[in-house]
């Protein structure tokens, strides 16, 4: 990077005209619905671990295709490191995140097929930001009124 286009950097991040995603918190709430399916994601901090989240993720399509899992989060740079438990336990997503969405990359390791139905996948799926409300996230619900994040 030049050094012209070093300090026009520095100044947008000073200014706020770009968000600094290194001191951005992911925490809250972040999904859409649309026709035939939804996407919900939560992220709440895990203790006193800076940097250091949990998080909870389900994905629909139609009445019978899904994704859904649980687990630890860690912030690097601009991605989102996604470690699953349990049942998906062996699965890790390293996500973009965008400070407005949080974006799973267009292809996984097979691993994760054990968090989905058979025709679901986190592939490629975008979660919006809905807000930075760790109350309401810990409130997020999956389709079964299940806790996502706890």
Same mark, same amino acid.
């Given at each position: 990077?030049?050094?012209?286009?070093?300090?026009?950097?520095?100044?947008?991040? #000073?200014? !706020?005209?770009?968000?600094?995603?290194?001191?951005? %918190?992911? *925490?809250? &709430?972040?999904?859409? @619905?649309? #026709?035939? !399916?939804?996407?919900?994601?939560?992220?709440?901090? %895990?203790? *006193?671990? &800076?940097?250091?989240? @949990?998080?909870?993720?389900?994905?629909?399509?139609?009445?019978?295709?899904?994704?859904?899992?649980?687990?630890?989060?860690?912030?690097?740079?601009?991605?989102?490191?996604?470690?699953?438990?349990?049942?998906?336990?062996?699965?890790?997503?390293?996500?973009?995140?965008?400070?407005?969405?949080?974006?799973?990359?267009?292809?996984?390791?097979?691993?994760?097929?054990?968090?989905?139905?058979?025709?679901?996948?986190?592939?490629?799926?975008?979660?919006?930001?809905?807000?930075?409300?760790?109350?309401?996230?810990?409130?997020?619900?999956?389709?079964?009124?299940?806790?996502?994040?706890?």
């Amino acid at each position: 990077m030049s050094p012209a286009a070093a300090e026009l950097d520095a100044l947008a991040l #000073e200014t !706020g005209a770009l968000p600094d995603r290194e001191q951005t %918190d992911p *925490s809250g &709430r972040y999904g859409r @619905r649309y #026709e035939g !399916g939804s996407d919900s994601l939560c992220i709440i901090p %895990d203790g *006193s671990a &800076r940097g250091r989240y @949990r998080f909870g993720a389900e994905t629909r399509i139609g009445q019978d295709e899904y994704c859904r899992g649980t687990g630890r989060a860690k912030m690097s740079a601009d991605k989102l490191l996604l470690r699953f438990e349990g049942q998906g336990k062996d699965c890790m997503i390293v996500a973009r995140y965008e400070g407005d969405a949080i974006v799973m990359p267009g292809g996984l390791d097979l691993a994760c097929a054990s968090l989905c139905s058979s025709r679901g996948s986190f592939a490629g799926v975008s979660f919006p930001r809905i807000d930075h409300d760790v109350a309401a996230a810990r409130q997020t619900t999956d389709r079964d009124k299940r806790a996502l994040c706890r």
